[in-house]
């Protein structure tokens, strides 16, 4: 009986450290989605109201007006103190439609669930596989937005922590 009760433990312990561990691929696509189709004066706000604190100064209004605009915002998203994600936005060019680099991560992301969550939830399409020199990362690329749209990378790890990126390189309109 006691050997039971033993077994019956062990088996609660493992389901809840396997519970434990959270599959950030949801919220990663989530935050992508959110910061990197802002202008750059938005970007600040959107991610410090998503969590994430900057080293830097803010953004401003300003500094996206004039002839060139040359912008570069980075943060970090730290929850129940760990750091869970960073984020790297730089515009560059015009302030009508400056290229925009926006790269997400975070760790904790599962290496087969995020392809998915972005094709559905980012409306990516035509995903290209790339090779990888090591069998526990994973590289894949889509087009997205309509005609040809944009390029979109992501890189995934399957060993812990499981870190992620999701990057876009793109011209942005002024709204």
């Not at 991560?105 to 090591?134: C, F, H, M, Q, Y």
């Amino acid at each position: 009986m006691v050997r039971f009760a033993l077994a019956g433990f062990a088996l609660l312990a493992l389901a809840s450290a396997a519970g434990a561990e959270e599959d950030n691929s949801a919220l990663l696509v989530d935050l992508f989605a959110k910061i990197c189709a802002a202008r750059p004066s938005q970007v600040e706000r959107i991610a410090r109201g998503l969590g994430f604190v900057s080293d830097g100064g803010p953004i401003t209004a300003e500094m996206e007006r004039g002839p060139k605009i040359d912008i570069l915002y980075s943060a970090k998203l730290i929850r129940r103190g760990e750091r869970l994600g960073s984020m790297t936005v730089y515009f560059a060019g015009p302030d009508d439609g400056p290229s925009v680099t926006c790269s997400v991560s975070a760790v904790g992301v599962s290496a087969d669930t995020l392809p998915g969550l972005i094709e559905t939830s980012l409306k990516a399409r035509e995903r290209i596989d790339e090779p990888s020199n090591d069998d526990n990362h994973r590289r894949a690329s889509w087009h997205v937005g309509a005609g040809s749209g944009e390029a979109l990378e992501m890189s995934v790890w399957r060993t812990s922590p499981h870190r992620a990126s999701i990057s876009i390189n793109y011209f942005a309109t002024k709204r």
